[in-house]
């Protein structure tokens, strides 16, 4: 049975897509379990971060083409949703890459924070090679992870990067060696980090980020900043945190 599969590690949960017939090709059913599995992730107060993954040997072979055939605007929206939801989370997010990631399915590795690939890991954009224009943000996406030239390679000439090649082009932030499970578990560790801060940090911290990104001058980031780091130092979290570094130092062995 296609479906998103939900589990927890701690502060951090794993979103699969589970479909492996199909290599994970999203359909709008699949895709509207994902926006909601990433809406419950952010309205649970004890998640700190999201994984999302495919059922091996697939990542995600893209949308279904029979699915894709019949859309029109509505349709084709409705399989945006799942990967555009993760895109949008508030929380950050990390794309196991296990195998194949091709057209939806390379914009669902897109759409998380950081990408982690596996050996068998193929990022495919494959849009113009089954005769359809890209579309949900894919040129967008791509050119900011591997700037114009790698994306329009990809994009126009379909050249395919494989787990090493993604690493070398900055869009994959590091190849795991071994199967799945090793995947995951050092996207957990990753995770981890998240897991240790105060969540309300992080949601403010990755909005500061996505306004940075973007901001012409050093001086408006600086700006930026300011505001949420203020209300950061009177929070209870910030007080606490002090107050035990006060004490390990205060109790530290001379």
Same mark, same amino acid.
């Given at each position: 049975?296609?479906?998103?599969?939900?589990?927890?590690? =701690?502060?951090? $949960?794993?979103?699969?897509?589970?479909?492996?017939?199909?290599?994970?090709?999203? &359909?709008?059913?699949?895709?509207?379990?994902?926006?909601?599995?990433?809406?419950?992730?952010?309205?649970?107060? =004890? @998640?700190?971060? $999201?994984? $999302? &993954?495919?059922?091996?040997?697939?990542?995600?072979?893209?949308?279904?083409?029979?699915?894709?055939?019949?859309?029109?605007?509505?349709? +084709?929206?409705?399989?945006?949703?799942?990967?555009?939801? @993760?895109?949008?989370?508030? +929380?950050?997010?990390?794309?196991?890459?296990?195998?194949?990631?091709?057209?939806?399915?390379?914009?669902? %590795?897109?759409?998380?924070? $950081?990408?982690?690939?596996?050996?068998?890991?193929? /990022?495919? !954009?494959?849009? +113009?090679?089954?005769?359809?224009?890209?579309?949900?943000?894919?040129?967008?996406?791509?050119?900011?992870?591997?700037?114009?030239?790698?994306?329009?390679?990809?994009?126009? /000439?379909?050249?395919? +990067?494989? !787990?090493?090649?993604?690493?070398?082009?900055?869009?994959?932030?590091? @190849?795991?060696?071994?199967?799945?499970?090793?995947?995951?578990?050092?996207?957990?560790?990753?995770?981890?980090? %998240?897991?240790?801060?105060?969540?309300?940090?992080?949601?403010? &911290?990755?909005?500061?980020?996505?306004? &940075?990104?973007?901001?012409?001058?050093?001086? *408006?980031?600086?700006?930026? *900043?300011?505001?949420?780091?203020?209300?950061?130092?009177?929070?209870?979290?910030?007080?606490?945190?002090?107050?035990?570094?006060?004490? =390990?130092?205060?109790?530290?062995?001379?």
């Amino acid at each position: 049975m296609a479906q998103i599969l939900s589990e927890r590690h =701690e502060r951090t $949960v794993v979103l699969t897509v589970h479909d492996p017939d199909r290599r994970n090709a999203l &359909t709008p059913d699949l895709s509207d379990q994902l926006a909601a599995a990433v809406a419950d992730a952010e309205n649970d107060s =004890e @998640v700190h971060a $999201v994984v $999302v &993954t495919g059922t091996p040997p697939a990542f995600c072979a893209g949308a279904d083409l029979s699915a894709l055939g019949a859309a029109r605007e509505p349709g +084709l929206r409705a399989i945006y949703d799942g990967f555009l939801a @993760v895109a949008r989370c508030k +929380l950050p997010t990390i794309a196991a890459v296990g195998g194949t990631a091709v057209g939806a399915g390379l914009n669902l %590795a897109l759409a998380a924070d $950081v990408r982690i690939a596996g050996p068998r890991a193929r /990022f495919d !954009a494959r849009f +113009l090679r089954l005769g359809i224009h890209p579309g949900g943000g894919m040129t967008w996406m791509l050119q900011r992870a591997v700037g114009p030239q790698r994306a329009t390679a990809m994009t126009l /000439f379909g050249e395919i +990067l494989d !787990a090493h090649a993604a690493h070398a082009a900055g869009l994959a932030h590091r @190849v795991v060696d071994g199967d799945h499970d090793a995947l995951l578990a050092a996207a957990l560790d990753l995770a981890a980090g %998240a897991g240790e801060a105060p969540r309300e940090l992080l949601i403010t &911290t990755k909005h500061s980020m996505r306004r &940075t990104a973007v901001a012409p001058t050093h001086a *408006e980031a600086v700006d930026i *900043e300011i505001v949420p780091q203020l209300a950061s130092l009177d929070s209870t979290e910030f007080a606490a945190r002090l107050a035990a570094k006060r004490t =390990e130092i205060s109790t530290r062995p001379d």
